[in-house]
């Protein structure tokens, strides 16, 4: 079933459920939730919260809510926020304009919550520490209906056992997305083109349609393919590369150990799978502090584990880590090097792919040259 119909159809079951949409950096959840929203019946009033954005305190979030929602003139009064003498009265006071609140006419909301893990941020506020449960069990059992979304595919999966009603719907595989958006991000490429930007890009929505987008630019200023138009992306300051920091810096914020975490990204940069002795062995740390780290890039989706080896889960962040682990931005030359012994690997398995990568669509004629 395509993807925006398995999720309506989750919301109008005769009890209705709350699905999670989960996707890593770049599988298209927002776009996603946007589309969800343009399908959504005239019995309800849609409203988009980034949570990421608005997870300061849990007073200026109110204040936000208060702003951004809006309620029927006629319906019962929500607190005023000077009124609020505590983060748990503000908090109490944010659930129930979530879970109370009707629109025009006496409709429900439908509140799509975008990245809705971070009102774990509130949980350093005193009487916090319970929210995410509380959260739960107040969706549960609200009138209002809810689509929740996040990047992080282990801390969404504990959520999602915690939670009642959730339906988890994966988001990270572009080939298996079946309600068009892929399409939509590809069109124009040849079938070839099609399955190599898939295959480059780890079948990542936003990876592609950036890819995509420079491949059907190239275009314009003479012989273009993926693997250039990939490396052209990869350059420092390009869209595509910008994404990739982005992600790097976001599940690394949220994951404890910062430095010795960029560290071991390094180590399976240059090589992977790795045992845990093995990395623990390159960091000159302890089997134990090593295994503590690990635990927590597992958490934050940015490992992946198989009998007991470690991988970067995204094959192009590893690729960008591989790029940005020295002490000075990579040269053009180096980007081109390193992207086409990347896609040597990815594309290894599809038929009469061409592996030469392409100069970037600023430049003119020929092809980098790689020594």
Partial sequence: MPLIELVLTVLASPTPGIPLLIGGCSAGRTHALHAVMTRLGADTMPVYLDVERLATTPEQCYRSLLRHVRVAEDAPALPAPAALSSPREAFAAML?????????????????????LDLRTFESFPGLKALMSETGQALGVSDNRFVLATRFRQRGARLA?????????????ATMTGDGRTAEALAGLDPLEQQQVLALTGGRLGYAVLVSDALRQARRHGIADPVGALTEQLLCGSALERRLRLSYEVRLQRARGYGALRAILDVLAEQQPLTLTHIAQRLHRTPGSTKDYLSWMLDVDLLTVDRKRYTVTDPLLRLWVRLNNGADVPTDAQVARETQRYASERLAALPD???SVGRPSSSTGGIIEID
Wanted: glycine content about 2%.
């Fill in 353 to 355: 792919v061409p592996v």
């Fill in 161 to 173: 056992a915690s939670w009642p009603r959730i339906s988890s719907v994966m988001l990270d595989d």
């Fill in 96 to 116: 129930a304009l979530l879970t109370s609140a009707r629109a025009a006419s006496g409709r429900r909301f439908t509140f799509l919550l975008d990245e809705v």
